[in-house]
């Protein structure tokens, strides 16, 4: 069973600061997928990332993939309250589809006014 | 556009009832997945389908059957609940391409006593 690490699992900032969530595994995927997951609600994805090394921006949001395919991270500047939310990261191996997708546990982002 | 929908959104039952839950998608996708989440656990899969007519069996199967008989639709069948049972089940369906993102339903929330 591949393993998907997110951390830290809990955070809690104030507005307008700058943080850093973490998804690190054993093994190499083919791409990485982050979603956003509001209370009551489905996750909904904010990225994909393919390449080692690629950096995608997505408004306030920076998400990078490493070199060796096997972590990302998740990088968000001047956290806003509407940044509230469970971050999920999720590795795909092969190109079959995404059946095989692994799900970290998630990190619950508390954004306080 | 409705995307996934789910129903129902709550459900209480009691140990030994059968349900069912029920899952529509009018994308045309071809790959649709049913999913448990409890807390802090992330999202774990339990079954999958390629196509009509065809399932299989993802991480916790036991306890849950599916069937597939149109692109559309995608039942989750309980048949003697447990309260093991007791989570968030979320439908998801997704293209062909390798590496495409899921789009999930919002959820239903079961309990049971």
């Known amino acids: 069973t591949q393993l998907l690490e997110q951390s830290p699992q809990f955070l809690s900032i104030q507005e307008g600061e700058n943080l850093t969530v973490y998804c690190n595994s054993s093994?190499?995927?083919?791409?990485l997928q982050w979603y956003r997951q509001e209370p009551g609600e489905g996750p909904v994805l904010l990225v994909t990332v393919v390449t080692g090394g690629e950096v995608k921006k997505l408004k306030r949001l920076t998400f990078q993939f490493g070199d060796a395919r096997k972590d990302s991270s998740l990088h968000i500047t001047a956290a806003q309250p509407g940044d509230t939310g469970l971050y999920l990261c999720?590795?795909?191996?092969?190109?079959?589809?995404?059946?095989?997708?692994?799900f970290g546990k998630g990190t619950k982002l508390s954004v306080i006014p | 556009n409705a995307g996934v929908t789910q129903t129902p959104k709550f459900r209480i039952l009691k140990i030994g009832q059968s349900m069912t839950l029920q899952c529509t998608q009018d994308m045309n996708h071809n790959y649709m997945y049913w999913y448990r989440q409890d807390p802090g656990m992330g999202l774990k899969l339990i079954y999958y389908s390629v196509g009509a007519g065809i399932t299989d069996k993802g991480e916790v199967p036991n306890g849950y059957n599916v069937s597939r008989s149109t692109t559309e639709d995608f039942p989750l069948r309980l048949e003697l609940a447990a309260p093991s049972q007791t989570s968030v089940y979320f439908c998801?369906?997704?293209?062909?391409?390798?590496?495409?993102?899921?789009?999930f339903g919002n959820g239903t929330r079961l309990t049971v006593t």
């Open positions: 093994s190499v995927f083919s791409s």
């Open positions: 998801a369906s997704s293209g062909v391409i390798g590496n495409s993102p899921l789009h």
């Open positions: 999720a590795g795909a191996r092969g190109g079959a589809g995404s059946y095989q997708l692994t």
